[in-house]
């Protein structure tokens, strides 16, 4: 399984929700490898601070295209789950991305500017569900994903009761190109933290802690990861 954590924007929550997606699935006694796409190599940099005891998942750095689907195609053969931390925006290395994850997670701060931006990326994730609907193997590209995969949008850094983030789970809901997943990851300082204390959630033996990994839990479980 290939899952992807996509989104337009940098800071959204895309390298904690994979990081601690690799965290929840090595607990699940998973075979793991994180591809960290992303320039600043923020997961990377993560996994490698984790104290010695916890366990954590094969890494690699893979920020060019040509590299990344010799990695995907690599991986897919050796792990049981491939987690991709991709950079922000939607260019050629994202397209690739989406033409070989079986889950894509978009995770959405309940702001204006992402809300405005979203739309544009599940335009893309209509397009890539087209393009491996009518794709034909080549030379340059012998094989992608199966024709179907999942894609999802979920809410990061909420708070509750506020205008806002109702506001973007009705426009998410909306949406029939993703299917919105109703399990927010809150905006809690522990989740800032805890990379500089070398842990995850998962990790933490604090109410926060707890409280924030019940909520990747279960965004995971709605997910089917």
Same mark, same amino acid.
């Given at each position: 399984?290939?899952?992807?954590?996509?989104?337009?924007?940098?800071?959204?929550?895309?390298?904690?929700?994979?990081?601690?997606?690799?965290?929840?699935?090595?607990?699940?006694?998973?075979?793991?490898?994180?591809?960290?796409?992303?320039?600043?190599?923020?997961?990377?940099?993560?996994?490698?601070?984790?104290?010695?005891?916890?366990p954590?998942?094969?890494?690699?750095?893979?920020?060019?295209?040509k590299?990344?689907?010799?990695?995907?195609?690599?991986?897919?053969?050796?792990?049981?789950?491939?987690?991709?931390?991709?950079?922000?925006?939607?260019?050629?290395?994202?397209?690739?991305?989406?033409?070989?994850?079986?889950?894509?997670?978009?995770?959405?701060?309940? %702001? $204006?500017?992402?809300?405005?931006?979203?739309p544009?990326?599940?335009? *893309?994730?209509?397009? #890539?569900?087209?393009? +491996? !609907?009518?794709?034909?193997?080549?030379?340059?590209?012998?094989?992608?994903?199966k024709?179907e995969?999942?894609?999802?949008?979920?809410?990061v850094?909420?708070?509750?009761?506020t205008?806002?983030?109702?506001?973007?789970?009705?426009?998410?809901?909306?949406?029939?190109?993703?299917?919105?997943?109703e399990?927010?990851?809150?905006?809690?300082?522990?989740?800032a933290?805890?990379? %500089? $204390?070398?842990?995850?959630?998962?990790?933490?033996?604090?109410?926060? *802690?707890?409280?924030? #990994?019940?909520?990747? +839990? !279960?965004?995971?479980?709605?997910?089917?990861?």
């Amino acid at each position: 399984m290939i899952v992807v954590f996509l989104n337009l924007k940098g800071g959204c929550g895309k390298s904690t929700s994979a990081v601690h997606l690799s965290r929840y699935l090595l607990k699940r006694n998973k075979q793991v490898v994180l591809l960290d796409a992303d320039p600043q190599q923020t997961s990377i940099d993560w996994i490698d601070s984790l104290q010695p005891a916890i366990p954590r998942p094969e890494c690699r750095r893979v920020t060019q295209p040509k590299a990344l689907q010799t990695q995907l195609h690599d991986c897919l053969n050796r792990f049981d789950v491939t987690i991709v931390d991709s950079p922000p925006g939607i260019g050629r290395l994202q397209r690739i991305l989406l033409l070989f994850a079986d889950v894509v997670m978009i995770p959405v701060q309940p %702001g $204006i500017p992402d809300l405005r931006a979203t739309p544009k990326l599940l335009e *893309a994730v209509r397009l #890539a569900r087209g393009a +491996r !609907r009518n794709f034909e193997p080549s030379a340059a590209l012998p094989a992608i994903g199966k024709p179907e995969f999942k894609a999802f949008t979920f809410l990061v850094r909420t708070v509750p009761n506020t205008l806002l983030v109702d506001k973007a789970r009705m426009l998410l809901r909306d949406r029939d190109d993703a299917h919105f997943l109703e399990a927010d990851i809150p905006q809690r300082q522990i989740l800032a933290d805890a990379m %500089g $204390i070398g842990a995850t959630v998962f990790d933490v033996n604090t109410r926060p *802690a707890r409280q924030a #990994a019940e909520s990747y +839990r !279960r965004l995971f479980e709605l997910a089917g990861l």
